[in-house]
């Protein structure tokens, strides 16, 4: 049995930043792929970061320097933190976890290579 438990979102102003946690149990973080999604009304829902089996890490072009995916092995624990937020952040986010197999790069940011999903935690950037 699978379980991702997001928390950490909330209202910030722009500029400032949140750090999102994904508490994992039946799952080890350290040995597959994983995820931050987000998901804004009225939007698709988008890959913001992912790590790899190795741990080597990608982001969308429009987090990249601000946002940064980490994790805890001892906590078995996914974290995203978030800083210089946007109204533009503005979404739902969600910890995605995969299943076996090796993705690297790009297919860390697709949904369709995730199976386990958490759900989600709201964050919210004001002007």
């Known amino acids: 049995q699978v379980q991702l438990v997001e928390s950490g979102g909330g209202s910030v102003q722009a500029g400032g930043s949140l750090r999102l946690s994904c508490a994992a149990s039946?799952?080890?973080?350290?040995?597959?792929?994983m995820a931050w999604f987000r998901q804004a009304p009225g939007k698709e829902r988008e890959g913001v970061a992912g790590?790899?089996?190795?741990?080597?890490?990608i982001y969308v072009d429009s987090v990249k320097g601000r946002f940064t995916i980490s994790r805890d092995i001892f906590k078995n624990t996914l974290y995203l933190q978030m800083n210089s937020l946007k109204p533009e952040d503005t979404a739902m986010y969600y910890c995605a976890a995969g299943d076996f197999g090796y993705y690297y790069g790009n297919a860390l940011l697709l949904a369709s290579s995730y199976k386990y999903w958490g759900q989600g935690t709201q964050v919210t950037v004001s002007s």
């Open positions: 039946g799952y080890s973080v350290s040995r597959y792929y």
């Open positions: 790590i790899a089996n190795d741990g080597s890490t």
